[in-house]
T-cell receptor, first 115, second 113 residues
């Protein structure tokens, strides 16, 4: 399977601060990056899809100005949660996808807790 | 409408029994099918993929696909307590769609020792 890393694995921050989550595809070129969010005991929810070098496409109900996605290279994408609030506390998971594979692999996830 | 449905569970089976997890999908253009396992607090990990009608076996796991019935299942033989997790069914609609993968809500499996 693909090797995907996320950093940080866990972050606790104060309300109003911004948090950046990095996702790296270590062994293949991620032409597309999917970002998911998962609340406790709930299913995966797709937040946005980004193609390398292009603006991300956000799912309905996801604020693009709050969740900033950058996908400037084939191996790195970042998700920045701006002005985080307690309701943003969740498990954020990236999933890179490349033309060489039709299987979707996931990063290990980032647990965000906003106090 | 692109939907993938699963029973949320929990599905409880005794250790050593066969666990049967089911998934139905609504879009006939679906091309490939996947089962993921997700432990609590962890991200999903791929267990199996299946592309053709019939059965595909890998160790204790068997995936079954019936495209005519739009049905895919996962059988876990000799279930172990370590198999207790949420199992996600995923359907790949193919490269002509913006978001290729559609995930089901997951079925929680509990294997009782």
């Amino acid at each position: 399977g693909a090797v995907v890393s996320q950093h940080p694995s866990r972050v606790i921050c104060k309300s109003g601060t911004s948090v950046k989550i990095e996702c790296r595809s270590l062994d293949f070129q991620a032409t597309t990056m999917f970002w998911y969010r998962q609340f406790p005991k709930k299913s995966l929810m797709l937040m946005a899809t980004s193609n390398e070098g292009s603006k991300a496409t956000y799912e309905q109900g996801v604020e693009k100005d709050k969740f900033l996605i950058n996908h400037a290279s084939l191996t790195l994408s970042t998700l920045t949660v701006t002005s985080a609030h307690p309701e943003d506390s969740s498990f954020y998971i990236c999933s890179p996808s490349g033309m060489s594979t039709d299987t979707q692999y996931f990063g290990p996830g980032t647990r965000l807790t906003v106090l | 409408q692109k939907e993938v449905e699963q029973n949320s569970g929990p599905l409880s089976v005794p250790e050593g029994a066969i666990a049967s997890l089911n998934c139905t999908y609504s879009d006939r253009v679906s091309q490939s099918f996947f089962w993921y396992r997700q432990y609590s607090g962890k991200s999903p990990e791929l267990i199996m993929s299946i592309y053709s009608n019939g059965d595909k076996e890998d160790g204790r796991f068997t995936a079954q696909l019936n495209k005519a019935s739009q049905y895919v299942s996962l059988l876990i033989r000799d279930s172990q307590p370590s198999d207790s997790a949420t199992y996600l069914c995923a359907v790949n609609l193919g490269r002509n769609y913006g978001q290729n993968f559609v995930f089901g809500p997951g079925t929680r499996l509990s294997v009782l020792p």
